[in-house]
C-alpha cells in the first residue's frame, strides 16, 4: 500500500494536466476540470457508470448509481450561479487497483448578487477500469447547517 501521509496543500482545481489517466492525481484533476467547466461528458467519463457508483454529498444526498448521480450534476450544472472549487489539504492512498482521496474542498458560489464561501469535507474513491481510472465513491458533507441550507438553496434556485 502507498500513502502520503503528510497533507498534500497544493490545491486540484481542473486547471492541470490531464495526459495520463492511468496517474491517479490526473484522475482527481479531470473531475475537477468537469465540476467547474459543468461538462457533463467529461463527468461520465471520470465516474464508473455501473449501478455500484455511489454519492452521498450536500446536494444530492444518497445517490445511487450512475443515472442517479448524474441527475445531481445536472442540477449543478443547470444553476445560474457561477462558481468554483479546488480540493485541498488532502492524502491520497493506493492500494493495488484502488485509490481514495481523504481532503477538503473549498468552494465559491455567487448567486443573486449573494456570496458563498463552502467548506466541504470531502472523500474520493477510484478504481481501475479497463486500464483507466473511475471514481465510484464519492462522500461530502458541510459541518455549518445555515451555509449547507443556502447552498442548497442557491442551487436549487435557477
Known amino acids: 500500500m502507498w500513502a502520503s501521509y503528510a497533507p498534500i496543500q497544493e490545491p486540484v482545481t481542473g486547471r492541470e494536466e490531464l495526459?495520463?489517466?492511468?496517474?491517479?492525481?490526473?484522475?482527481?484533476?479531470?473531475f475537477y476540470k468537469a465540476l467547474n467547466s459543468r461538462d457533463l461528458v467529461l463527468m461520465e467519463q471520470n465516474w464508473d457508470n455501473s449501478g455500484a457508483a455511489a454519492m452521498?454529498?450536500?446536494?444530492g444526498g444518497i445517490a445511487r448509481g450512475w443515472s442517479e448521480i448524474r441527475q445531481v450534476y445536472q442540477r449543478l450544472f443547470a444553476t445560474r450561479a457561477t462558481y468554483s472549487f479546488e480540493f485541498w489539504d488532502y492524502t491520497l492512498h493506493r492500494n493495488g487497483e484502488v485509490f481514495w482521496v481523504v481532503g477538503r474542498e473549498r468552494g465559491r458560489l455567487d448567486s443573486?448578487?449573494?456570496?458563498?464561501?463552502?467548506?466541504?469535507?470531502?472523500?474520493?474513491?477510484?478504481?481501475?477500469?479497463?486500464?483507466?481510472?473511475?471514481?465510484?465513491?464519492?462522500?461530502?458533507?458541510?459541518?455549518?447547517?445555515?451555509?449547507?441550507?443556502?447552498?442548497?438553496?442557491?442551487?436549487?434556485?435557477?
Open 112 to 158: 443573486d448578487g449573494t456570496t458563498l464561501a463552502l467548506g466541504i469535507r470531502t472523500s474520493r474513491l477510484f478504481h481501475r477500469v479497463d486500464g483507466r481510472w473511475r471514481q465510484i465513491h464519492h462522500h461530502g458533507s458541510i459541518d455549518d447547517p445555515d451555509m449547507l441550507a443556502r447552498y442548497q438553496a442557491a442551487v436549487v434556485r435557477r
Open 19 to 30: 495526459g495520463d489517466l492511468t496517474r491517479p492525481e490526473h484522475a482527481l484533476a479531470q
Open 56 to 59: 452521498d454529498n450536500p446536494l
